[in-house]
């Protein structure tokens, strides 16, 4: 298994340009998650997704968008691309099983650096 | 979620325990107690995680104390590969909220 994979690794953008950062995992887990992670901080929670077709806020949505049409892919969309979305952006994916709230391991990925100029 | 708090950073010789404490005194009873850590700049790698009783894996332990309000992982025998930043988590539920975490440094 490859595990969960992000693409691209690194990216520039321009002010007010929008982008898609890709995230795909092969483990046939349910839950996907996409953070965030400025510089000597801990990650803060974008969007979640539970299953295809559905998706839930975190801590930070503003300016982002995502969608799940399939187990597999967690796609993010910047729109109009802001410097203070200046960070590193990690995906992960976990599959529940068990009692409620015991939320098995999150496995991320290795994460997109994005820096906006 | 519940607040945690851990120390900014800890010192740990090589081959020696590294006991990395956290508090979480308004932790709910439904609250699992998660420990993840980030070496360098990957993705962060889950750890451990516990709810009442102390657990123990190929990884690390993870002792509770009675009342759960606090917690200490220990790595028993760290190496410098240990080196890293190190979350707790306690969660209950969909979503995992990360602290600024302890910075474990291992030294020879």
């Known amino acids: 298994n490859a595990g969960v994979t992000q693409t691209p690794k690194f990216r520039i953008l321009k002010i007010g340009q929008s982008m898609t950062l890709q995230c795909t995992q092969d483990?046939?887990?349910?839950?996907m998650y996409w953070y965030r992670q400025d510089p000597g901080m801990g990650l803060k929670l974008i969007y979640y997704s539970v299953g295809a077709g559905i998706t839930d806020k975190g801590e930070v949505p503003n300016g982002y968008n995502v969608s799940r049409s399939t187990t597999e892919d967690f796609p993010l969309r910047l729109e109009l691309a802001a410097p203070s979305q200046t960070s590193v952006y990690f995906c992960?994916?976990?599959?529940?099983?068990?009692?409620?709230?015991?939320?098995?391991?999150?496995?991320f990925g290795p994460g997109t650096r994005l820096t906006v100029t | 979620d519940a607040k945690t708090t851990q120390p900014p950073s800890m010192d740990c010789a090589e081959g020696r325990a590294a006991n990395l404490p956290c508090n979480h005194s308004t932790i709910s009873g439904n609250e699992y107690v998660y420990w993840y850590r980030q070496i360098h700049s990957q993705g962060p790698q889950y750890i451990i995680h516990g709810l009442k009783n102390n657990e123990t894996n190929e990884m690390a332990s993870l002792i509770i104390t009675e009342d759960r309000k606090s917690s200490t992982l220990i790595l028993p025998h760290a190496t410098l590969r240990d080196t890293a930043v190190y979350y707790c988590i306690a969660s209950y539920g969909d979503k995992l909220i990360f602290g600024t975490g302890t910075r474990l440094q291992v030294f020879p």
């Open positions: 483990m046939n887990h349910n839950y």
């Open positions: 992960a994916s976990s599959l529940l099983l068990g009692v409620a709230g015991d939320r098995y391991e999150q496995y």
